[in-house]
């Protein structure tokens, strides 16, 4: 290094001192609260039990790695969990990107309002509370049967929790149910930040409410959409426990064991809290190496990448 | 013929604003609906609810499945924690991440690519809970109010969505106002925050109801019930208790059980007031602010 | 620089992460007692200043606050106790098992006498020996504890540890006939007579008599009767279906000094096969397999099921439900599934291991109250107290016969939470309750209740040696017995929805197999050591 480039170098990092200062507190928060902890993966490693400390757990090397990749269900968990994950990504990640620009679409003001009020409510059902209700609505002599059958959409009522093919459709849908209004507050944000006046100008030139859409709205919140998807493949391995938990029951268990009620019934609660990281640690690197993945591909197609 | 071609236009569009308007009141009756049931059987009375058949109005109108919420002693307590954390939390989050992603926006910064993906491992790696504990337990925030402020003062997927929007705001405001003499926490502060209302507000609601939904710090990290916020509360109203095969193979204590109307009224309680805050954040969706901002 | 800031991290790292190591298990030594001790005169009774315990409670649906009710603020008033109960909200275990990783285990602990963490937290010395306390504060302890449970609870190095609730000896059993299990086979009463009150403890009797009560009454309230109900099904399997089975069954725990294999005795495959032939007669509902707990109970408080093996104390409420709005649609308890001999039911009751264990923390500052105040608790004193509640407030003592006041019952049977809150009494505060002793007190079960539970009184036996083969956390023994019970709880739902006969066959013999392959052998051989140990303890052959 020559002293120039050298001087160069910190007359650089002097000129933008300000900027470095704002960084540094959140690389110290990071450091003390996800990166220390973060050693505690070790012991996926280790032998750990709750009454020794980690350092002191023996070594085990990748036994739990091998004990889960030969469990004879790991191909059907898998298969599940990305099978699921596959459905939401594919049909249900576009959903609330068409229903925000919709909205958008709406004139009236006050029913514009009150609908993305409604639709963010389902966010706040627990599904504590909305499992049990859902067993009872889906059930033979439900409510939801009963309505398909009326509106002559069915033949004759549909156990869906009782029958392992309907199980993933009934995941995909009540998901979106739920969280369909709360997805599309990013994009509503995103769009709110569109200029009127290039849908005012689109209108003087003649164009349809299909091209002001495609090439007006959508251009503009294409880097919310390429962020939010690189997401959600990174997040493919992960379910929604707590539904999926609470749906699932042994006559649709072919269908509705994923990596994470897999995770809880092999022993969570039995403190087997090594197994539990091994298999944690699997997920992370899988979503990663998804999201590098994800990242490269968006980048390369739509020259938007995740920062 | 360019009459005829204006005449098409504006029945298609108003074609597209009926189907638009119809579609939009079948959502809002799909949403709508469980949330009227979930309500309609909060209010009636618990024993009856049981026998099902409870669609459209209560059939044993009362209030006392709220009354028997409210009962709660400390309830008003929690409450209060509940709203301090979600407040300081979230302001204080909002804050601090907005910060830290502002310089990170800046392609030129040194040592991004480092920050960058020092950031992205955190958002796949963690040690899981027991590191976690032993970490709070050494810096000696387990059971204080801080616990939950300090470990949920930052978030990196917040941070990037920061980042995405601070890249869209043009350049030429920055460089005017350092063409003024302001260094870059005056810029962040003074130029590029007030130009942020959507993106903060959306951070804002989404850090806000994770602090408000948050149960679990209550569980793990307090053992002080003053210091409980409201869900860890009222999670134990709602949540089911397993199959306990041994607590009645052994015994006469009577488990009680919470009818459903009850843990529905609790639903209804602990999310109300978290509702209510979206109108007030809904303004800042509704127009451009942003690009207002730079035309003026 | 590079490297000293990775060490400097790995470093912080490592002491940041320090949880209870083994330099602290360092004998702490316990404090002189700050009042003279006799064992004659109960420690509360001398030392009774003002002071506050942590109490860890291992049950999420426990949420009675200390303080609110008359019960607890007269123990208070009288040991100077005040007690903050900790319970945690959703998974118990998983607070637990970060207080016990974090070292920060509150005062005393109540959990159940199975769990897993009991001997690892008495292996790691991060609990006190009753013993050694009681001998320095508090010797009076020893006049109040029960031997039997004592001798069973003693751990191997000889101390004491932990002291259950509910306990019953053998001898409890000898000297009590009012002792009932909680399993019971139940049919809704109306249903039940009106098909002429057949017999239902034959293969042929049980499928006869849901086919008829399915005829008879096709639809309860617009919607279809659910002929035979039982517990949720789970990962591992379905208590109704597998072990209150046998036990209705009167399959035995051993042979010859031997553990039995009761899964695959021939009686209880017979009964098996018999559900099979219901559920393709269509006498078992998809509900059966999908409800979880909550849904079975609504389904319950509208009388939809006709018949149901179930557990009586997890009923009551929707019985009372029931008898409110129509005493005759309330459910009895029958004579259930039989073997081929027709013998009669063996029900395990409550044995010695009881429900819950109590123990001190060595992180209890002052140990010295704490073992006091479970002195309290263990003492006939304390038991009338939690039992009983307080003279002239709750109940009167009429001609040296304690009765309860007619509107405390009347609160108690209407309201329970509203009772617990406001009395507090008739063992709200259950973590020490000793039932037999307080049989003495006990008054007649109200109606709708009484049935179910007398019914079980002749049927009830001891079998305490055959409990708790649970393997320790960590062992091989474990992994096995996790595999085979999600085995079972993969294989039992097929048995019953088995096309065949054949394929049942089939499936049940795929289970045996693969169960062989997972080590079966191991395990019986750790749970026949185990039996063989508790018997020893016990003083049974």
Redesign the interface.
């Known amino acids: 290094m020559t002293k120039s480039s050298k001087k160069n170098w910190r007359q650089?990092?002097w000129s933008?001192k300000?900027?470095?200062?704002?960084?540094w507190?959140?690389?110290i928060?990071?450091?003390?609260?996800?990166?220390?902890?973060?050693?505690?993966?070790v012991i996926a490693f280790k032998?750990y039990?709750?009454?020794?400390?980690?350092?002191?757990a023996d070594w085990v090397g990748f036994e739990h790695f091998i004990e889960f990749f030969t469990d004879p269900k790991f191909t059907n968990i898998m298969t599940n969990t990305l099978g699921i994950s596959l459905l939401k990504l594919i049909i249900g990640f576009p959903l609330p990107i068409i229903?925000a620009i919709?909205?958008n679409?709406?004139?009236n003001?006050t029913?514009k309002?009150?609908?993305?009020?409604?639709?963010?409510?389902?966010?706040?059902?627990?599904w504590?509370?909305l499992?049990?209700?859902l067993?009872?609505w889906l059930?033979?002599?439900g409510?939801i049967n009963e309505v398909l059958v009326n509106f002559g959409i069915l033949d004759k009522p549909i156990?869906f929790?009782?029958d392992p093919n309907y199980f993933w459709g009934v995941a995909l849908i009540s998901d979106t149910?739920k969280e369909?209004?709360w997805s599309a507050?990013?994009y509503?944000?995103?769009i709110?930040?569109?200029?009127?006046?290039m849908y005012e100008a689109a209108a003087i030139d003649?164009a349809?409410?299909m091209q002001k859409i495609w090439h007006i709205t959508v251009p503009a919140i294409k880097?919310?959409i390429a962020?939010m998807f690189i997401?959600a493949v990174?997040n493919m391995l992960n379910s929604n426990f707590d539904q999926i938990f609470?749906l699932g029951?042994?006559?649709n268990?072919d269908a509705s064991q994923v990596i994470d009620t897999y995770v809880y019934?092999?022993?969570?609660?039995?403190?087997r809290?090594s197994y539990?990281?091994a298999i944690?640690?699997f997920k992370?690197v899988i979503?990663?190496i998804l999201?590098l993945i994800a990242n490269f591909t968006t980048k390369k197609l739509q020259g938007r990448s995740?920062? | 013929m360019r009459m005829f071609k204006r005449g098409n236009r504006t029945n298609g569009e108003m074609c597209f604003d009926w189907v638009n308007n119809i579609l939009m009141f079948c959502i809002c009756f799909i949403t709508l609906y469980p949330i009227w049931y979930i309500l309609v059987n909060s209010f009636n009375e618990g024993a009856d609810a049981m026998l099902g058949g409870i669609f459209w109005w209560p059939r044993e109108f009362t209030t006392e499945n709220y009354a028997a919420v409210f009962a709660n002693k400390g309830l008003m307590t929690s409450f209060g924690i509940t709203v301090l954390r979600t407040l300081i939390g979230t302001v204080t989050n909002v804050f601090f991440t907005a910060m830290v992603a502002y310089p990170l926006s800046k392609e030129h910064l040194m040592g991004r690519k480092f920050y960058i993906i020092m950031g992205t491992i955190t958002m796949f790696f963690s040690g899981g809970l027991i590191p976690s504990f032993l970490l709070y337990k050494n810096l000696d925030i387990l059971n204080k109010f801080i616990v939950y402020i300090l470990p949920s003062l930052f978030n990196f997927f917040n941070l990037i969505i920061f980042v995405n929007f601070f890249r869209e705001i043009p350049k030429a405001l920055e460089e005017s106002a350092s063409i003024d003499g302001a260094n870059d926490i005056v810029i962040f502060l003074k130029v590029i925050l007030p130009l942020s209302k959507p993106v903060l507000a959306t951070i804002a609601l989404f850090t806000g109801v994770y602090h408000w939904n948050d149960y679990f710090a209550g569980v793990i990290f307090i053992q002080d019930a003053s210091l409980e916020p409201i869900q860890t509360f009222l999670y134990r109203i709602v949540a089911e208790s397993g199959s306990n095969q041994m607590v009645a193979a052994a015994t006469n204590v009577v488990k009680s059980t919470t009818s459903l109307s009850i843990k529905l009224a609790t639903m209804v309680i602990t999310t109300f007031p978290i509702v209510c805050v979206y109108p007030f954040l809904q303004k800042y969706f509704v127009k451009g602010m942003l690009i207002g901002a730079v035309k003026e | 620089m590079k490297k000293r800031l990775f060490l400097i991290g790995l470093l912080s790292s490592m002491a940041l992460l320090g949880g209870c190591s083994s330099d602290e298990e360092a004998k702490t030594e316990l404090p002189p007692p700050t009042h003279t001790v006799s064992a004659d005169v109960p420690g509360w009774t001398v030392n009774n200043s003002p002071t506050e315990l942590d109490w860890y409670i291992h049950f999420s649906w426990f949420t009675t606050p200390w303080g609110e009710d008359m019960v607890s603020q007269k123990i208070t008033e009288e040991t100077g106790v005040d007690i903050n109960f900790i319970v945690p909200a959703g998974n118990e275990a998983e607070k637990l098992n970060t207080m016990i990783a974090g070292d920060t285990l509150p005062d005393i602990l109540t959990l159940g006498w199975w769990e897993g963490q009991i001997p690892e937290i008495i292996d790691a010395g991060m609990v006190y020996a009753l013993d050694e306390l009681a001998e320095m504060y508090d010797p009076y302890f020893f006049e109040v504890a029960d031997d039997a449970r004592e001798g069973w609870y003693t751990h191997t190095d000889g101390h004491l540890y932990q002291y259950p609730n509910s306990s019953y000896s053998p001898a409890d059993y000898e000297k009590y006939d009012n002792i009932s299990a909680n399993p019971t086979f139940l049919v809704r009463k109306d249903m039940y007579e009106a098909l002429g009150s057949p017999d239902m403890s034959t293969p042929e009797g049980f499928l006869d008599a849901l086919t008829r009560a399915k005829e008879m009454f096709p639809e309860v309230n617009g919607q279809p009767l659910i002929p035979f109900g039982t517990h949720e099904f789970t990962s591992a399997g379905n208590m109704s279906l597998d072990l209150f089975l046998q036990n209705f069954l009167a399959i035995p725990f051993e042979k010859d000094g031997k553990l039995y294999d009761r899964t695959t005795d021939p009686d209880y495959i017979e009964w098996l096969k018999t559900i099979n032939q219901a559920w393709r007669d269509g006498l078992i509902a998809n509900d059966v397999f999908i409800d979880a707990r909550s849904q079975m109970e609504e389904k319950q408080a509208q009388g939809r099921y006709f018949a149901m093996l179930y557990q009586r104390t997890d009923f009551a409420a929707q019985q009372q439900i029931l008898y409110a709005n129509d005493p005759d649609t309330v459910y009895v308890a029958i004579d259930g599934p039989k073997n081929s001999a027709g013998d009669d039911h063996t029900l395990p009751g409550v044995g010695i291991q009881g429900w819950t264990v109590t123990l001190i923390s060595k992180n209890c500052e002052d140990p010295e109250r704490a073992i006091q105040l479970l002195t309290y608790f263990m003492s006939e004193h304390g038991q009338k107290r939690i039992k009983l509640g307080i003279e002239g407030e709750t109940y009167d003592n009429i001609d040296g016969k304690y009765v309860t006041k007619p509107e405390v019952t009347e609160l108690k049977m209407s309201d329970r939470v509203g009772y617990d809150r406001k009395y507090g009494a008739d063992d709200t505060f259950w973590m020490m309750q000793d039932l037999p002793m307080q049989l003495q007190w006990t008054e007649p079960t109200q109606p709708p209740l009484a049935q179910m539970e007398e019914w079980g009184y002749p049927y009830t036996i001891f079998a305490s040696q055959y409990d708790g083969l649970t393997p320790p956390i960590g062992s091989d023994e474990e992994t096995i017995a996790l595999k085979i019970s999600t085995l079972w709880g993969e294989t039992l739902p097929e048995l019953i929805r088995a096309e065949t006969e054949a394929e049942f066959d089939q499936i049940f013999a795929d289970f045996v197999a693969e169960r062989e392959e997972l080590g079966f052998a191991q395990l019986v051989e750790f749970q026949q050591s185990k039996v063989d140990s508790n018997k020893a303890k016990l003083g049974i052959e």
């Open positions: 650089k990092l933008q300000y900027l470095q200062l704002m960084v507190p959140g690389i928060w990071m450091f003390i609260f996800n990166y220390i902890p973060m050693t505690g993966i032998d039990k709750i009454t020794r400390s980690i350092w002191e229903f919709l909205l679409e709406v004139k003001a029913y309002k009150s609908i993305q009020t409604i639709s963010y409510l389902p966010h706040f059902i627990s504590v509370v499992g049990g209700l067993i009872t059930s033979e002599t409510m156990a929790l009782a149910w369909l209004g507050i990013i509503l944000a995103a709110s930040g569109i200029d009127q006046q003649g349809t409410k880097g919310t962020v997401l990174a609470l029951n042994v006559l268990a019934e092999m022993g969570v609660g039995a403190g809290y539990a990281t944690g640690l992370s979503a990663m999201l995740l920062f």
